[in-house]
Every structure is written in C-alpha cells, then in structure tokens.
C-alpha cells in the first residue's frame, strides 16, 4: 500500500487560490458592443478552458510541490546467502613494507594496500553481508559498527593503509570484535575475519575470557596471515627448539585459535595473489542463508509537481505574448 505523505501540510491550506483562475481570466478585457451576432467559435471556447485549467494547474501543482510531497519509504522482507562480518585489521607498522619485508617503493605495493584493494572487492562482491570493522596495534579502535552500510565499510578500509604503530595486541583487537555482535542478531551467521602479517602473545589471564565470549557469541574465526618472504610460518617451530609463545608466537596463537571451540581456519598468503585467493576460500564458506530486511527509500515527488507548474505556467505566459488587443473605431458622420 503506498503511503503519501507531506513535509510542510499547512502550504495546502493556501489551495482555494488555485479556483481564482475559474472566477477571473489571464487574459486582459476587452470592450465590444455584443458577441450575439457572432458564430459559436468551438475552438476558441476549447483555447479559453484549456488557459483556465492551466491556471488552476500552475497554482495548485506549485502549492503541492512546496508542501514536499512524498511516498514514504518502506520494508521489504528479502531472503538471500551472507553473514554477518566484522573485519579485524592489523595496523602495525610492519603493515607498510611489501610482502618481500622493505619499504615499498616505484610500483610495489605495501601489505596494508593490498589489503585494502583486495577486502573492497570482496565486500562488493557480497551486497547481502552485515559488515563491521576495527583496527588494531598497540590498541584497538572500531571504525564502523556492523550494519548494511557498504559504502561506510569500503571507506573504513580506504583508511587501512594509514601509518600504524610497531606494536601487535591482538586480544584486545579480539575482544573488541567480539564485542560488536548483538546477541539480539543470534539467527545471523557470524564471522571475524582477522588478517594480520604477525602475531602477538597473548596474556594467559585474558584466554579465558575469550574463550568464553567466542562460545557464547558463537562465531567462526578465519585467521589470514599475510606471511612475509622467508619468515616463520604459522606451523613452523622456532629456532633451538624454543617453544616459548615469545618465540614462536604465529603457532602458539594458532593452538590458542584452534582450543577455542568454534569453526577456525587459518590460511596463509605470501602475495597479493594468494591474498586474494585465500578471500575467495573465504567468500565460499561464509555463505549461509540470511533472512533481512531491506529499507526501500522514500520517493520525492516534488521535483514533478513542480514540473507541472512550470509547464502551465510556460503554456499561460506563450498565451499571453500571443494575446491580440481588440478595439471598435467610431466614425462621426
């Protein structure tokens, strides 16, 4: 059912001044002794309702238009394949070299900016998710909440390839990702994607916290490592059997992932390209039927009411250039 509306109503009362121009003409008048002796003229009976109608037009058409008319907007149950995502993004200075461990330079492009390249096209490719985003170093900071606004989330990750800081504190990264899901939202299928070239210690007095907010938010956590050339890989051990979290943090923060007791898959990528890929993987696992609701925007019908006044109102002043003055000339005899 559509819904009109109106933004300032009280214009309509100025509405009666539309029928002035059924009580007067535009035109000017003239004086001449009698019309009885003349033919019925049919077209111009047809000229002066069409003038009169355009008044009525242009009056009332330019009252409606300044009263803001509109079709409200409206919510339309849709059904389609997402998920609800919150982007969890490592700012740590080590972000700005190139997957090869320098500083980029001519053409070469620094792991934050490949990032941001590659998530916009995967937040493109998915107009049905719900995606949030947060960033994190030595503290973390949440850019946009979780909610249909593509175009914020693409300009949240616009902003990734900023300098950042030297430090990696991914619990409190976690933790604040965790904390943007609504337990309201429990239908929606839920996911962290945590995409990091590192990984950081996290304090013992913290893991059981997360653990017990990552089951009770029941979320699936995908950990991208954007590996760099020649560093240790997320299985690799450390050097002289060193089995330290501090010396091989990438695989203790793994075995801390996998103990969690929720979906998790790591993947590492050592390039753009397998950036991309391991997005990919991604985009085919999270996809899970989504039931939401769309917000239909309202439809502005000023801009015609307008256009209809500005029409009568052209029609009445062509009338008017074109009106021809009639006069009777007396002969004295």
């Known amino acids: 059912m559509i819904a009109l509306g109106f933004d300032h109503i009280e214009a309509l009362l100025l509405a009666p001044l539309a029928l002035i121009p059924l009580l007067q003409s535009v035109l000017r008048d003239t004086s001449i002794p009698s019309l009885l002796s003349a033919p019925v003229d049919g077209l111009s009976v047809l000229i002066g309702n069409i003038l009169k109608l355009s008044g009525v037009l242009a009056i009332g058409a330019s009252l409606i238009g300044a009263a803001g008319p509109h079709i409200a907007g409206a919510e339309q ?165 060193d089995e330290s979290p501090q010396a091989a943090p990438e695989r203790h923060l793994d075995l801390f992932f996998r103990s969690l007791g929720v979906p998790y898959r790591a993947i590492e990528a050592e390039s753009a390209q397998a950036t991309e890929e391991a997005l990919k993987q991604i985009d085919r696992l999270e996809r899970h039927p989504v039931h939401y609701v769309e917000k239909l925007p309202r439809i502005d019908l000023s801009a015609w009411a307008f256009a209809l006044a500005f029409v009568a109102t052209s029609l009445l002043v062509v009338a008017k250039l074109a009106e021809v003055g009639l006069g009777v000339q007396g002969r004295a005899r």
């Open 77 to 241: 149950e849709r059904f389609a394949e997402g998920a609800q995502i919150v982007m969890l993004i490592d700012r740590s200075g080590s972000m700005n070299e190139t997957f090869a461990g320098r500083t980029p330079s001519g053409g070469e492009e620094s792991k934050a900016a490949a990032a941001k390249r590659i998530l916009k096209r995967f937040v493109e490719a998915r107009r049905h998710d719900l995606v949030g985003v947060a960033v994190f170093s030595t503290a973390p900071m949440l850019v946009t909440p979780i909610s249909d606004h593509l175009d914020a989330a693409k300009a949240a990750i616009d902003a990734i390839d900023r300098p950042g800081l030297d430090y990696t504190n991914i619990a409190r990264g976690l933790a604040m990702a965790l904390s943007m899901f609504k337990t309201s939202d429990a239908d929606f299928s839920r996911a962290i994607l945590l995409l990091s070239d590192g990984a950081g210690v996290i304090d013992p007095k913290l893991r059981d916290d997360l653990k017990a907010e990552f089951r009770k938010t029941n979320v699936s956590l995908y950990w991208l490592f954007m590996r760099t050339e020649g560093s240790r890989g997320i299985a690799d051990g450390a050097a002289e059997d």
